[in-house]
């Protein structure tokens, strides 16, 4: 059973009863849990009530990613309130991205986001979901900066000194759709070397589709070519893969177990 430790369900449709409908089809391909990443507090409640409150196999995380282009105080505050609910497992996506270059003003407002809400995780003890790129040693010096404070760096395409540096301050590390493509060898090497307890595996839907489906729009269940990779490079089956991602993402994400599918 398969754990998609990264899916952004809002996007996939504007309508909600459709939305349900995709979702409840999702667990019957095999999906032991999706972990939902809300990046804008305003759809909070509809995702909320519609589907993490009804399913207690999707984990739920909100947060205000770098390119964020609203307010910041109020959106901190947004986020401040939904984890004071108790109704999150997971502060994120948030990070740093300079992969579209290092404007210093951009880079100062990615820095204050992802740092405010690393003192959020730290108030919490809720773990945070990284996103990276092209930053490798500004991201690295904000975690030294938490050293309490744990997650993942979601959708890895980094190195493999930044994946070893991510594993030493026990951070885990998602693969998603990318490390399938041709072009991704260096990727593959490195999560063929990484230890089984900091590994999860990611769709990142509707985003990065693997291979078959790469350029399409992607869904949860299409972890299983993501997770069929990473079990062959590493020689293991794909069972096993998946029951090793799966303690590992609900080791992470399973903390505030009340989170995570409230039933009452
Ligand atoms: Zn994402």
Redesign the pocket.
């Given at each position: 059973m398969l754990f998609d430790s990264?899916a952004?369900l809002d996007m996939l449709t504007d309508d909600t009863e459709e939305l349900v409908r995709i979702v409840a089809g999702e667990f019957a391909c095999g999906l032991s849990a999706i972990v939902q990443?809300s990046t804008d507090p305003d759809i909070h409640s509809n995702i909320y009530s519609s589907l993490v409150r009804q399913n207690r196999n999707i984990y739920y995380a909100c947060g205000l990613t770098h390119a964020f282009s609203g307010d910041i105080r109020e959106g901190l505050g947004k986020i401040t309130d939904i984890v004071r609910s108790g109704q999150v497992c997971a502060i994120g996506?948030t990070g740093l991205d300079y992969s579209r270059g290092v404007d210093p003003e951009a880079v100062l407002r990615q820095k204050n986001l992802f740092e405010e809400q690393m003192l959020i995780a730290r108030m919490s003890g809720l773990p945070v979901i990284v996103?990276t790129r092209d930053a490798a040693a500004d991201t690295l010096a904000m975690l030294d900066r938490y050293p309490d404070v744990r997650g993942v760096a979601?959708?890895f395409t980094g190195d493999a000194g930044f994946a070893a540096a991510l594993v030493e301050r026990g951070w885990m590390i998602s693969f998603s759709g990318i490390v399938t493509f041709s072009s991704a060898g260096d990727l593959r090497n490195t999560a063929a070397s990484l230890p089984d307890d900091c590994l999860l595996v990611e769709t990142?839907a509707p985003f990065l589709s693997p291979v078959p489906f790469r350029g399409q729009p992607n869904l949860p269940s299409r972890v299983v070519h993501t997770a069929a990779l990473l079990a062959e490079i590493r020689g293991v089956s794909l069972e096993a893969l998946a029951a090793l991602t799966a303690e590992n993402g609900r080791r992470l994400f399973g903390r505030n177990g009340a989170a995570c599918g409230v039933s009452s």
């Open positions: 990264h952004h990443v996506e996103h979601h959708c990142d």
